[in-house]
């Protein structure tokens, strides 16, 4: 009966291709080991332990949904222990079909004597069990890690995907590959370049392989890699010709390479004439365009064509997106960046893409809602930087981006710590703390805050780049004659090799009324410039050289938020402050652009109307909008006018909705305590300490400490207190004084 039970097991396994290997010698109730797939070419290594019972007695302990079957202590331990999942078949004699279960902890239950598990009745032992029993042998741990598996948290999203698609068909290249590719986290283009040129000579470089290089060498910014790697697999593949030579051809036309775009999208030779491919066909309209000016071609393709089957290529829709977004529109571009997005919502182009569009739009004054777009840039662009992070990928421009998005709405500090290298205390890594924009938008910031010193740091870490002239003039002496001033932004927009650097240098001279008419004309492409930039650079030159009312007329001919700004900064500079306001006004009520408000608050300080001023800030609070460190200095100005005018129940009340901000600011809370001090509220003042216990970290504050000690807890432990604040303001005599009155007060 045992022999006839091991007998059909090893028919049912061997019918599934797997391999039975019999346990003669004697053992602790394994009869055989199984291995998926064994008698295949491709073994998996992959086992499960077998224990088999044969006939009648196995079969007449019924239940609902199978059978009864008990066994010894000594075997389930055994079991239960094994580094194989251990499978119990019992075999109908008369049938001579088996049932299977696996021993696990769960399934078994504890009887008097021993223990027992029920075996299904749908457990049939034949090819219906195949898969369950597959994943039952690949659950349980291996003694090595899958070699693809262990280095996919290091490789970007689309090479995951190819890689995993190319493992099923190709097990050995996706083991080669993974290794290979996720040791060049560091040097991605020193890994693909040799691979492709040694792939074209071996057989063995697959479509899947090559497309799986192309993907990596994409997602780490190498477009000319990609478009190589491409148009190999397309030589490799005659089915999928045309879609691969499409792909190959964008990527040509990104880097600019239109000859070799155009040798990629000449008709297919053979029976692939047949028929058309999106891509493809994208590709050549896009060519056309290009040469005869006619973007018809392409709107009228892309109308001709189903979105289902648009959708349903990411590489398309972002090529599109792309060029949507270079030329400036950046609506059409949002909405091809959401179908990428929502197709593959893990898509790093499509996040970044949308990021990008979203400040380009916000910088240009073209948002209807620029808090919430402000908001959507840094969600996106957070995510997509961390995604980046975790496999080494190039997060420099999404850096750049949220680097650019705090300076946008003035938040310095912000600005400075993402501009830091992590060795100094800051947020950026190496790469991102070596990217040119970076380190401008860094030194901006800090010469926003007055902090020279930052910014030349900044420029030393730049030190022999196009950059460090334009951070040495932003860090200049402003005592130095205006003619070296005006000298040194010129030798900086001969540098100039980005457009943020073209459009700082521009602006500068423009301030300084040394804007030569030749000026825009260089670098209008290097800057990106169009009719509005023109009009304002030169509304800007035409201020700083005196024409104050031909600026004003040539921004009110192309207004615009960024105008807007611009002119109330204009009438802000040559003190008429009563025009600025109205533009204020007026920018603020017809685009909602906060930095007006902003501006609203500052000259209405200047001129000294303080109540107005005050009033005006509550509405800028009110938004929601602003940085948290203009919160907080908008905070601190309004406290300060308060306590100038000894108006304490003020300086309550405004310190109390500082609090709601920062319910941990030490400085809110002694302001609040203070103010109950000064209006004789003693015991409302102990409460407000006792509730938020804030720090003394200045001498100024001890007074109020000590006044408050004496009256309420002049302790042991407080006079322990008061000499550790002796000893940390040691030179402060008026502190020390107050101190030492608690010890003549001592009981």
């Not at 005196?546 to 960024?562: E, I």
Request: with cysteine; net charge negative; aromatic share 6%.
């Amino acid at each position: 009966m045992e022999r006839r039970g091991v007998a059909e097991v090893q028919l049912a396994f061997t019918n599934l291709n797997w391999a039975f290997r019999e346990q003669r010698e004697a053992d602790q109730g394994i009869d055989a080991q199984v291995e998926v797939d064994g008698l295949t070419t491709n073994p998996t290594g992959r086992y499960i332990a077998v224990q088999i019972k044969c006939g009648p007695t196995f079969f007449k302990r019924r239940t609902r949904n199978g059978w009864r079957f008990t066994g010894e202590p000594r075997h389930l331990t055994y079991w239960l222990a094994h580094l194989m999942p251990v499978v119990l078949v019992i075999v109908d004699p008369q049938t001579r079909v088996g049932y299977w279960v696996q021993i696990t902890a769960d399934a078994v239950r504890e009887t008097d004597c021993g223990w027992s598990i029920e075996v299904p009745s749908g457990n049939v032992l034949d090819a219906s069990s195949r898969d369950t029993l597959r994943d039952i042998a690949f659950a349980a741990p291996s003694a090595n890690p899958d070699p693809v598996a262990e280095v996919l948290p290091l490789l970007p999203p689309s090479t995951v995907e190819m890689l995993s698609a190319l493992s099923r068909v190709d097990s050995e290249g996706a083991r080669r590959l993974a290794r290979m590719l996720s040791g060049g986290r560091d040097d991605p283009r020193a890994v693909v370049e040799p691979l492709l040129v040694a792939s074209r000579g071996w057989v063995h470089a697959t479509v899947e392989r090559l497309a799986t290089v192309g993907a990596y060498a994409n997602d780490h910014g190498h477009r000319d890699l990609a478009m190589e790697a491409f148009a190999l697999a397309a030589e490799r593949d005659p089915d999928n010709q045309k879609r691969l030579r499409g792909i190959a051809a964008m990527m040509a036309i990104i880097v600019g390479d239109r000859s070799r775009a155009a040798g990629l999208l000449r008709p297919v030779q053979g029976p692939q004439r047949a028929g058309t491919n999106l891509l493809m066909d994208v590709a050549v309209c896009v060519l056309e365009a290009d040469e005869s000016g006619r973007d018809d071609l392409l709107e009228k393709l892309l109308r001709d064509r189903p979105d289902v089957e648009l959708d349903a290529e990411p590489t398309c829709l972002l090529f599109l997106a792309e060029r949507a977004a270079g030329q400036g529109d950046f609506d059409q571009a949002l909405a091809l960046y959401d179908r990428v997005c929502k197709r593959q919502p893990t898509s790093i182009g499509g996040r970044l893409g949308r990021a990008r569009a979203l400040m380009e739009r916000l910088l240009r004054g073209a948002t209807a809602l620029p808090f919430r777009d402000q908001q959507e840039v840094i969600a996106l662009a957070t995510s997509v930087r961390d995604d980046l992070r975790r496999w080494a990928g190039p997060s420099e421009a999404v850096h750049r981006l949220l680097v650019q998005e705090r300076m946008l709405v003035g938040a310095f500090m912000e600005v400075i710590e993402l501009a830091t290298p992590t060795a100094f205390g800051g947020q950026a890594n190496d790469r991102e703390a070596g990217d040119p924009i970076v380190a401008i938008v860094g030194a901006q910031a800090s010469i926003a805050l007055d902090d020279r010193i930052r910014a030349v740091r900044f420029g030393d870490a730049m030190r022999g780049t196009p950059v460090e002239p334009l951070i040495r003039a932003l860090a200049a002496d402003p005592r130095q004659p205006a003619t070296a001033t005006v000298a040194m932004w010129r030798v900086a927009l001969d540098n100039a090799d980005t457009a943020l650097a073209a459009r700082l240098c521009l602006n500068q001279l423009a301030s300084r009324g040394a804007l030569d008419a030749t000026d825009l004309d260089r670098v209008a492409v290097l800057a990106n410039l169009d009719d509005t930039d023109r009009v304002a650079f030169t509304a800007r030159n035409a201020a700083g050289s005196g024409d104050l009312d031909g600026a004003v007329t040539l921004l009110r001919s192309a207004w615009s938020p960024a105008a807007g700004e611009l002119l109330v900064e204009i009438l802000r500079e040559a003190g008429r402050y009563d025009e600025a306001l109205a533009v204020c006004d007026e920018t603020w009520t017809g685009y909602g652009a906060l930095k007006a408000l902003q501006e609203k608050v500052n000259i209405l300080a200047i001129r000294g109307d303080l109540d107005a001023a005050d009033e005006c800030a509550k509405d800028l609070f009110a938004t929601g909008e602003l940085a948290a460190e203009h919160r907080r200095a908008l905070h601190r100005r309004l406290i300060e006018r308060r306590a100038k005018r000894s108006d304490w129940a003020g300086v309550e009340a405004c310190c109390r909705a500082a609090l709601k901000d920062e319910p941990t600011n030490h400085d809110y809370a002694w302001g609040l305590i203070i103010s109950q001090l000064n209006q004789n509220r003693w015991d409302a003042a102990w409460a407000s300490y006792r509730h938020l216990r804030p720090e003394v970290t200045d001498p100024g504050i001890i007074s109020a400490w000590v006044g408050l000690h004496l009256r309420f807890d002049n302790t042991p432990q407080t006079r322990v207190t008061a000499a550790t604040l002796a000893s940390l303001f040691a030179h402060e005599p008026h502190a020390l004084a107050c101190l030492e009155r608690l010890n003549n007060s001592a009981p």
